[in-house]
Structure formats: structure tokens, C-alpha cells
């Protein structure tokens, strides 16, 4: 199977495509000074999350062309966690991470992550969207949580596959979508770019 470059720092991500055994390269750009991954102002979430996946993936188009790689697919993924039309992203803080966590208890939000490859000069997206339903959380939950450590570099301030799992009442769509790298669309694109999974 030819290996793809991947345009993205996630570790979950990393290790979906180990799963699937999907040789892969990081290509990355030089971290940013600025936010991460900011969303325009008036931007309505779900076109947030679709820009930003698209952007990276052709932010590595770039990168190949400027340090001469192999021509190989290019994938990136973003992931974000929306409730009532509104952005969750990683907290700043422990205070931030209570804040979302908070939010999240007893209620039901969107996940959505989407997909962009680039392959011979051609971009294909496409996104998946899950619902999940958190049981109600008790201000103690929050904080046991929290000093876990678990909650600070994830959108929405929980990792389904982690200990945030338990909070989980119900789910509807890619479980794996959730972890960040949805492997039904992953499949689906990588097979245009003649890289055909079981």
C-alpha cells in the first residue's frame, strides 16, 4: 500500500490510520504564533470545520511543492465539537475545560470532523457528523476529570475513547469520527486516490 503524507499533529489521528494500516508521513507547517485554527467572524461552525481541513490540506499541497517531496495523497482532518450552533474548542485552561464540561452535562451536541485530500492536484472532502449525548455530570465529576489531564488538548474538553467516555449516554454516527478521523470517510477518500482498504 503507498504511504500518504498527513496534515496533522493529532496522535489519534496517527494511530486510526495505523489501524486501518496506512503507511503515512506527517507534513507539517512550522507552528504558528498566532490562534490555533481561528474561526472568521459570522463563520457558522459547520463551514468552520470544513475550511479548516480544507486549508490544511492545501497549506501541505504548498509545503510539498516548496521542499520537493514525493508527490503522494495528502490528508487532513479537523474536528470540532458544536453545541447550539456554537464552537467548543480545546480549553485554555482548567477553568475553560469546567466551563465546556459544564455545558456538555445533560445535553446532547454535534461532532463533526471533516476530511480533505489532496491527490494530484484534485481536493475531495467530505465530513462526518455525529450525535452524542452526555449524562448529567456533578460539579465533582467535572473536577476529577479535570486533574486527570485528559480534557486539555481535545475539542469539546473530552476524548470518547479516554475516561470522558463514561460520560457518554448515547451516540449516533462514526465513534471513531469522534476520536477525530472518521475511518468509513477516511476509507472512501483514500479509495480515490487508488488506495482500496478491506
Known amino acids: 500500500m503507498p504511504p500518504i503524507y498527513l496534515a ?9 490510520l495505523a ?17 490555533d485554527e481561528p474561526q472568521l467572524p459570522g463563520e ?14 492545501l497549506t501541505g499541497a504548498e509545503l ?34 469546567q466551563r465546556i464540561l459544564g455545558r456538555l452535562s445533560g445535553s446532547e451536541h454535534e461532532v463533526h470532523t471533516a476530511l480533505a485530500l489532496v491527490h494530484r492536484g484534485a ?3 467530505d ?3 455525529t450525535r452524542v449525548r452526555f449524562r ?16 486539555y488538548d481535545k475539542a469539546g474538553a473530552y476524548g470518547i475513547q479516554g475516561l470522558g467516555g463514561v460520560f457518554v449516554q448515547h451516540i449516533a454516527g462514526s465513534f471513531t469520527g469522534v476520536m477525530g478521523l472518521p475511518l468509513y470517510e477516511t476509507a472512501r477518500l483514500l479509495a480515490l486516490a487508488g488506495i482500496v482498504l478491506p
Do not use: F, M, N
Open 8 to 16: 496533522s499533529r493529532s496522535p489519534r489521528r496517527r494511530e486510526l
Open 19 to 35: 489501524q486501518l494500516g496506512v503507511e503515512h508521513e506527517l507534513l507539517l507547517p512550522p507552528p504558528s504564533d498566532g490562534p
Open 44 to 57: 457558522p461552525a459547520a463551514d468552520y470545520v470544513r475550511r479548516t481541513a480544507r486549508e490544511k490540506a
Open 64 to 97: 510539498l511543492k516548496q521542499r520537493k517531496l514525493a508527490e503522494r495523497p495528502i490528508l487532513a482532518a479537523d474536528t470540532t465539537v458544536i453545541l447550539g450552533g456554537e464552537v467548543l474548542g480545546k480549553p485554555v485552561d482548567r477553568d475553560d475545560a
Open 123 to 125: 481536493l475531495h472532502e
Open 127 to 129: 465530513v462526518s457528523i
Open 136 to 151: 448529567a455530570l456533578t460539579p465533582r465529576d467535572i473536577a476529577r476529570y479535570c486533574d486527570t489531564g485528559e480534557p
